[in-house]
């Protein structure tokens, strides 16, 4: 019945959708469309393309794991440094898969999920310098500018973004919840998300949606409620091997196009597609194409081929959503309706229903709630979920055929009602609730401490906060530079002082910006940052701080493969915008309070820097930071076409990417939403 009931919806929103492009003339067309070379306006719309834009939108989004391979190749990079022992654990170490000093949204209860078996069984980690990529993109001519071929640059760069604060009645000065909502979609001109009013029976919503599966409002408010997510990255992709064959019964090789699957020997379906571009106002590259072929097992896309224990065997990938991307709009349709969101449990619910991982969050006139949503499959027990497993050892009654799975129960999905606060920006759930085997980043450092250090300090003791406060908070949260604040106070710990005096004009510097906020920010509209110089010591010496605190002890080939895969982190750069999500700060701040000898949980007794000496860590220290001075920020900050060597300010700044004939001016850089609700609901309606 909620399946029929949705594509109902679907067909008379369709229906809406063609009504009123009938009535478009050249006089009320858009003029987008002759700018991206359509003069004669949209098509005819289908209820394929919104499930189309639905699998796009979910894909980007709304998913997480699949980097099971890279954890195998990293897994061996450890066990080659530091022998079997010694390899696995300081490959646990890294991974900060349930790191318990990470910030989380639920704060107290525990969730387990992705335990790791006492012993691991099928586990299909590929022999060492055997895996070799599957490609996907097999021919093409010139390149779109909007880069990585037509698709590619239209997808968002950081898919992590969005955030919320959200704060009880208990601790509102009015006695009633306040949120404020921050989804975000990266940033174009015109925007991703429109914002829509959607009235009828059983439908009652105002906020945003995607143009195109937009029968309902997706994140905004009913008649008494409002709610908003942030994407979560909860595991859904999983990555397995399947033994290639030969079906005359001849001997495999990593070129067979046949794999073994339950008892038999099957052909690998092909899937082709080609894409085709022409120069319009909003690209002008040369006009070009490109054609996609994937092959696709009863286990998903094929990703790679390898030799496990000397046999060839191809690695596909499986998302739980697939085939099933439009089926969360059932979730999104009980959103919109009153009469089924009676409180925050119906809320969590009705989230529950949303197969895509988000983290969702509400608030009424008189509660709060949060809830973490996501098909996640019901794992073999014996399976270890960060690396690659054979697909005889895959989720429980799983059915190839229609890609359905046992999911874990309503009860196992990481939630709250009524917690003093909740503060989310794509960071982890829970205790128990182990990062995707794609994350390594979980761990004591995480961006979303600066929206909590803005809520605690507004609420602390007896005080309470108003809606104003909340909106200061995230505003605040939005221009710290998250090394400043988390980071750089253990280095100067460590470092203590310097006799080199360019040295020590350095660290006060970095000590005035850290006691200011360490923002990145310009108050008086100059044109500089308020803390220009420590801005820049703090950009150029980065690199070099974690590679004194980690290469020597890990050796050089080691330290890329940690940095490759964690990352160094997306600092505000070319114009990316939003910042400060994957990034390696966490395991930076733990070793530099191990050298300080201060208790680190889920970190080794001696620290990497120096290899277990402060001493020399803080010589190592103390060297980084020498060798990046005097900064040259013409070097550091190249500049482009759009910006000077040297311009600190404009290398930061937002640009919004023109998809039509509109543009939009730079901004300052800031850590903000696409779309924002700031709510306190006073009422409740009855129903």
């Not at 003339?25 to 209820?47: F, N, S, V």
């Not at 390696?584 to 820097?609: E, F, M, N, T």
Request: glycine share 10%; charged share 20%.
């Amino acid at each position: 019945p909620k399946g029929q009931a949705l594509f109902e919806d679907l067909h008379n929103s369709t229906a809406g959708i063609n009504a009123y492009i009938a009535t478009l003339t050249p006089l009320t067309m858009p003029g987008e469309y002759a700018a991206i070379g359509q003069p004669l306006g949209p098509t005819t719309w289908k209820d394929t393309d919104a499930v189309s834009i639905a699998s796009l939108v979910g894909g980007i989004f709304g998913k997480g794991g699949g980097g099971e391979l890279q954890n195998a190749v990293d897994f061996q990079a450890f066990r080659k440094r530091y022998g079997r022992r010694g390899g696995a654990r300081n490959f646990r170490i890294f991974r900060a898969a349930d790191d318990p000093e990470a910030p989380r949204q639920v704060f107290r209860k525990r969730f387990p999920y992705l335990t790791l078996p006492k012993r691991s069984r099928g586990i299909a980690i590929p022999d060492a310098g055997t895996l070799k990529d599957q490609p996907v993109v097999t021919a093409g001519s010139g390149s779109s500018g909007l880069g990585g071929g037509l698709l590619g640059g239209l997808l968002p760069r950081h898919q992590s973004a969005s955030n919320a604060l959200v704060v009880s009645g208990r601790e509102s000065k009015s006695g009633h919840p306040l949120a404020v909502f921050g989804p975000q979609v990266s940033y174009f001109a015109p925007q991703i998300l429109m914002e829509q009013d959607v009235h009828g029976p059983g439908i009652d919503a105002r906020g945003s949606a995607f143009p195109g599966v937009n029968l309902y409002v997706e994140l905004g408010h009913g008649r008494d409620y409002a709610w908003s997510a942030t994407s979560a990255g909860n595991d859904i992709i999983d990555t397995f091997a399947v033994p290639l064959c030969d079906p005359g019964g001849g001997q495999a090789t990593l070129g067979s196009d046949h794999y073994f699957f339950r008892g038999q020997c099957l052909p690998f379906e092909v899937l082709t597609r080609t894409n085709s571009w022409t120069p319009n106002v909003a690209d002008q590259s040369p006009a070009g194409s490109e054609t996609l072929t994937a092959l696709r097992a009863k286990t998903g896309i094929v990703a790679a081929r390898g030799m496990v224990r000397g046999k060839p065997v191809a690695y596909t990938k499986l998302r739980t959503t697939y085939f099933h991307e439009i089926d969360s709009a059932v979730g999104f349709s009980q959103f919109n309706d009153p009469n089924f969101i009676t409180g925050p449990r119906a809320y969590q619910r009705a989230a529950y229903n949303i197969g895509y991982t988000f983290n969702w969050l509400y608030a009424d006139a008189n509660h709060v709630a949060y809830f973490n949503s996501g098909n996640n499959p019901v794992r073999n027990p014996h399976a270890n979920p960060d690396f690659p497993i054979f697909a005889s050892y895959g989720w429980k009654n799983f059915n190839p055929d229609q890609n359905t799975a046992n999911y874990t129960p309503f009860s196992r999905h990481p939630q709250v009602i009524d917690q003093d606060f909740m503060a989310s920006w794509n960071g982890k759930q829970a205790l128990g609730y182990r990062a995707a085997d794609s994350r390594w980043n979980f761990s004591s450092v995480d961006r979303v401490q600066m929206l909590i250090k803005g809520i605690k300090s507004r609420i602390r003791g007896k005080r309470k906060t108003d809606l104003p406060g909340l909106v200061s908070a995230m505003e605040q949260g939005g221009t710290i530079d998250l090394r400043g604040y988390r980071v750089l106070p253990w280095a100067l710990r460590v470092m203590g002082r310097s006799p080199n005096p360019q040295v020590r004009n350095a660290v006060a510097t970095l000590r005035a910006w850290m006691r200011s906020g360490a923002h990145r920010r310009d108050l008086n509209q100059d044109g500089v940052y308020d803390n220009a110089d420590a801005v820049a010591i703090m950009d150029a010496w980065w690199p070099k701080l974690t590679q004194a605190t980690f290469e020597p002890a890990l050796g050089p080939n080691l330290y890329k493969t940690v940095v490759d895969h964690i990352g160094l982190g997306d600092m505000p750069h070319i114009h990316q915008g939003s910042a400060f999500d994957d990034g390696i700060w966490g395991h930076v701040q733990k070793d530099l309070r191990a050298a300080l000898g201060r208790p680190v949980a889920d970190w080794p007794k001696h620290s990497y820097c120096g290899r277990g000496s402060r001493r020399a860590c803080r010589r190592a220290l103390l060297a980084s930071l020498r060798s990046v001075l005097p900064v040259d920020k013409t070097k550091l900050y190249s500049g482009d076409s759009g910006c000077t060597p040297g311009d600190q300010i404009c290398w930061d700044a937002i640009r919004f990417r023109s998809i039509g004939g509109t543009t939009q001016p730079y901004i300052n850089w800031v850590n903000r939403p696409t779309y924002q609700q700031a709510v306190e609901i006073k009422s409740r309606v009855p129903r």
